[in-house]
């Protein structure tokens, strides 16, 4: 694992190959292990029971692209994950984020680590250059910055973050908050009594159980076209702000009893570039 340090954050990120996550579905680049600030543990294990090879078996701020060239690929064909590798598609199923497919080839990965910041280089021979560099700005903030390159036709797609916050174990309930700069508007997965959207955000009415999840898959801004990549998810005295540099296409939220997740997602087109930055705050 890799750890870097600025005042009271403390990131620390596994390796791509160190076992921690053997999943096919998040990029395997700066999948967190922790991430404290003030010694308070805001992004730790929020899973009831761990196994690498679970699909979302990740912590923190995770991300996941979609598969490029799935659709095309025969049965027995490779298709690409960004930030795993080529993988073989099995039969003639539809893509399932949530299976384990095999690695056909896992590409190399490069680690260069700074005082501040750790890079992530992940190369496909022939297919793209990848790089994922996490950066400490300050004692509060940090940022996640990506570059991808292909080695020959473009690739495109689209790539989220599904922000794995914890608050220190909090269970997910009233103090659990969810702010946008707009008034959203989507559709639940099903009538909740738990959980409603807000004039400007997302608000629980009652704490959630064990076993019990929220879902909405296409939160957008009620009367407006395009959402700014801006999102406040807070618990109690303390609020962390995430800001994009990129527009965001749509925004999927998901809560169980430990997480609120907000999933904006954004559209990329090699050659590109984005940015993510995180600022916590203490009320």
């Not at 570059?147 to 309930?173: D, I, K, S």
Request: glycine share 10%.
């Amino acid at each position: 694992m890799k750890s870097i340090r600025k005042a009271g954050l403390v990131l620390t990120l596994h390796e791509p190959l160190d076992g921690f996550y053997k999943g096919t579905r998040f990029d395997r680049g700066g999948v967190f292990d922790s991430l404290e600030f003030n010694g308070l543990q805001m992004c730790g294990r929020w899973f009831v029971s761990y196994d690498p090879l679970a699909h979302d078996a990740v912590c923190g701020p995770a991300e996941e692209f979609s598969p490029i060239g799935y659709d095309k690929a025969l049965p027995g064909g490779i298709f690409i994950k960004p930030g795993v590798g080529l993988l073989r598609r099995e039969d003639s199923s539809p893509y399932d984020r949530f299976h384990l497919y095999e690695i056909a080839d896992p590409g190399s990965w490069n680690l260069l680590q700074g005082d501040d910041y750790v890079l992530f280089e992940h190369v496909l021979d022939g297919v793209y250059t990848y790089r994922k560099q996490i950066s400490l700005l300050s004692g509060d903030s940090f940022q996640i910055s990506h570059f991808m390159q292909a080695a020959g036709e473009p690739l495109c797609g689209e790539v989220y973050n599904h922000n794995f916050w914890t608050f220190g174990r909090m269970q997910t309930g009233p103090s659990r908050k969810l702010d946008f700069p707009f008034t959203p508007d989507g559709h639940w997965r099903s009538a909740y009594d738990s959980v409603a959207l807000s004039e400007n955000g997302i608000r629980f009415s009652r704490p959630l159980s064990e076993g019990e999840s929220v879902y909405m898959g296409d939160i957008h801004s009620k009367g407006q076209e395009g959402m700014p990549y801006r999102i406040s998810l807070s618990e109690g005295p303390l609020r962390v702000d995430i800001r994009g540099d990129v527009p965001v296409v749509r925004t999927v939220f998901w809560a169980n009893h430990r997480v609120a997740c907000p999933e904006p997602y954004n559209e990329f087109r090699t050659p590109c570039r984005w940015t993510i930055t995180y600022k916590i705050y203490e009320k």
